[in-house]
Nanobody, 121 residues
């Protein structure tokens, strides 16, 4: 069965950094693009970043461009999100999501349970 398990969330101060991880299993990791999606309290889902199946290309939402970096490790079947220069606007539940194709449109068929990130003094 497909599983996506996020880890690394915590309370962090504004201006700080955090790295989220998403351990995957149950599918051939290198065959699919992966994304991070977040949901702030009381808000809708916001796509954050994506990386194609082999890590050859990445794309970011304007809200995080230049601050966040998405990477993946094929040997470990793990997706990462390095978050820098965090602000309270980044407070949200963060989800990793499996895409349907190696590098196609942003549609997802499996999601992690989510990880809470709170940016506050």
């Amino acid at each position: 069965e497909v599983q996506l398990v996020e880890s690394g969330g915590e309370l962090v101060q504004p201006g700080g950094s955090l790295r989220l991880s998403c351990a995957s299993s149950g599918f051939i990791f290198s065959n699919y693009g992966m994304s991070w999606v977040r949901q702030a309290p009381g808000k809708g889902l916001e796509w954050v970043a994506r990386i194609n199946n082999l890590g050859e290309s990445t794309t970011y939402a304007d809200s995080v461009k230049g601050r966040f970096v998405i990477t993946r490790d094929t040997a470990k079947n793990t997706l990462y999100l390095q978050m820098n220069s965090l602000t309270p606007e980044d407070t949200a539940d963060y989800y990793c999501a499996k895409e349907l194709t190696p590098s196609g449109p942003l549609y997802f068929d499996y999601w992690g349970r989510g990880l809470q990130v709170t940016v506050s003094s």
